[in-house]
Each structure stands twice: as C-alpha cells, then as structure tokens.
C-alpha cells in the first residue's frame, strides 16, 4: 500500500525515526547514490505530508496504516499544539515534531513506534 501514498520506490529509500525529548524527527533518504532520482519525490512528498500535519491532516497515514493507528487521533485534534517544521536533505528529506504537550509527546512517540513496526525492513529507528 506505501506504493498508494508515496511517490518514491520504498526499495531504494529508508524511513528514519527518531524520538526526542520535545517529539520526534521522521526521516526519508536514499539508500545509496544510484537513487538520486529518487531525492525529488522524497522531497515533495514530505513537504506535502508536513503542510498536511501542520493542519491536522494525518488521512494519508491513516490511509496506509488505518484510522486506529496508535497516537494518530491525539495528532490530529492536537494540531495546534506540535510543531512540524520540513527540511530539505542532501540525500532526501525530513520533518520534525515539536511539542511542549506531554500527551502529544507520547502521541508521537507511539505513532512513530507504530510506523517503525508497520513499515518493516523500509524503517529504522535512529
């Protein structure tokens, strides 16, 4: 289903989680050099899922993973109260999470627990 959602070849990039004490940073990158072409499509897709969860929007996500996925809802009514903040990479892109609200920060961390779990051999934690 990631094939659905996102525009990059999930065999050729890594998804990178990493909690922090303020939230959490998610990473896209390519595995190796042979997939520059891939650093675009990362790039447009975490710039679209950052506006998106700047505004609550988590549908995609729920799309792939379902609507129950563990800390997606606190996000989603949330919104206001994390901070998403997108970069550019050299070899991809990222998106941070940032949060003074401890039951946000634990949406977070679950949700991003979830997608380590979810995605596979495609996520690591960093």
């Known amino acids: 289903m990631g094939g659905q959602v996102m ?3 999930l065999s050729r990039t890594v998804h990178l989680f990493r909690m922090t004490e303020t939230g959490g940073v998610q990473r896209v990158l390519i595995r190796d050099a042979d997939a520059s072409e891939q650093v675009a499509l990362i790039r ?3 710039e679209h899922e950052a506006r998106a969860f700047q505004r609550g929007d988590y549908a995609d996500p729920a799309r792939l993973h379902g609507a129950q996925m563990p800390g ?3 996000l989603q009514a949330g919104a206001a109260r994390v901070k998403v903040i997108y970069a550019a990479l050299p070899d991809g892109a990222e998106i941070r999470f940032e ?3 401890p039951a946000l920060l634990t949406a977070i961390h679950r949700w991003f627990g979830a997608q ?4 596979g051999a495609d996520a690591r934690a960093e």
């Not at 380590?116 to 995605?119: D, G, K, R, T, Y």
């Open 7 to 9: 525009p990059f070849d």
């Open 72 to 74: 997606l809802k606190e």
């Open 99 to 101: 949060t003074t609200d």
């Open 116 to 119: 380590l779990s979810e995605h």
């Open 44 to 46: 447009g897709h975490l």
